[in-house]
């Protein structure tokens, strides 16, 4: 996954909105991909495909 402005143009929503719902938006990239998705940033977010949590890296 992008960082947030790319991620943000990925989803349709302000850079703002993606900024503020980081871990809303692993969790759910994780559920409609099936994959482990990475979101960059000062704290890097992991989502593993498993149902376990995301965490910062």
Known sequence: ????????????????EALGQRLSAVRD???SYAATVLLKGS???????????ARPA
């Open 29 to 31: 990239w994780r559920r």
């Open 1 to 16: 996954m992008p960082h947030a402005g790319e991620t943000a143009a990925l989803l349709g929503v302000a850079r703002g």
């Open 43 to 53: 704290t890097t977010l992991i989502a593993p495909p498993s149902a376990g949590p």
